[in-house]
């Protein structure tokens, strides 16, 4: 309930507070994420959190034909108004995915990991979707191992997401959640544990801004 009134609010504002936190990099991040699927030509795709869509375009244009969902409804409608039709768009809960088993050649998300309530039951979810030989891939912020770089990094976050948050709101505390969410986070090197655990035949992060950020490509065996 709490995420959703969260993202509601934010939604109108989503894609400037992407180019605004990412210094302009994250469209780059993305293509980069989407470039490394292999063989989207015809491949049935989903992205998860997808927000307002960004993702679930790139593969669309990649020549996936694509499913994007999201728990917010506003974010969806947000999506489906970018979108030519050919992209389908969902409300619904990553943790509790409505679609039957073995279904997707490649799931992607963006920041939608470190999100939601329940990290396994969601790696669990997407792991049951894709088919044999499917292929995950996340980008997501990463939790520091290091206390004082994550201590840099957190008190630089929520200072930005301050400033954005009383600018765009009135509200200083909106985007809190991005230090807060990276706070309980367990780290991209724990994510990777978890795929594995749950079947992902190989798993595995790249460091992004220099492991300030982190991308996951994952292998359903
Ligand atoms: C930071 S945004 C990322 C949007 C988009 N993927 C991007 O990269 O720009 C996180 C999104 O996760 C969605 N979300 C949070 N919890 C979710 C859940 N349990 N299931 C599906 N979406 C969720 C929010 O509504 C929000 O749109």
Wanted: overall charge positive; hydrophobic content about 45%.
């Amino acid at each position: 309930v709490y995420v959703r009134a969260l993202f509601a609010r934010i939604a109108d504002r989503y894609d400037f507070i992407t180019v605004a936190l990412s210094y302009g990099q994250d469209r780059r991040w993305k293509e980069r994420l989407v470039a490394y699927a292999s063989d989207l030509g015809g491949a049935h795709a989903l992205d998860l959190a997808t927000g307002t869509g960004d993702l679930a375009f790139a593969l669309a244009e990649r020549g996936a034909r694509v499913v994007g969902l999201d728990i917010t409804p506003r974010m969806i409608e947000l999506a489906r108004a970018k979108s030519n039709g050919h992209t389908r768009f969902l409300v619904g809960d990553m943790c509790a995915l409505p679609f039957a088993d073995q279904v997707f050649d490649v799931v992607t998300t963006g920041y939608g990991l470190r999100n939601v309530p329940d990290l396994a039951l969601a790696i669990a979810e997407i792991h049951r979707v894709l088919k044999p030989g499917g292929q995950l891939l996340s980008l997501d912020f990463n939790r520091p191992a290091n206390a004082m770089v994550r201590a840099a990094y957190l008190t630089y976050l929520t200072a930005v997401g301050a400033a954005l948050g009383w600018l765009l709101h009135r509200d200083p505390d909106t985007y809190r959640y991005i230090p807060a969410s990276i706070r309980q986070y367990p780290g991209a090197e724990a994510v990777v544990r978890m795929m594995r655990d749950c079947g992902f035949g190989r798993a595995t992060y790249y460091r992004v801004l220099g492991g300030l950020m982190a991308r996951h490509h994952a292998i359903r065996t």
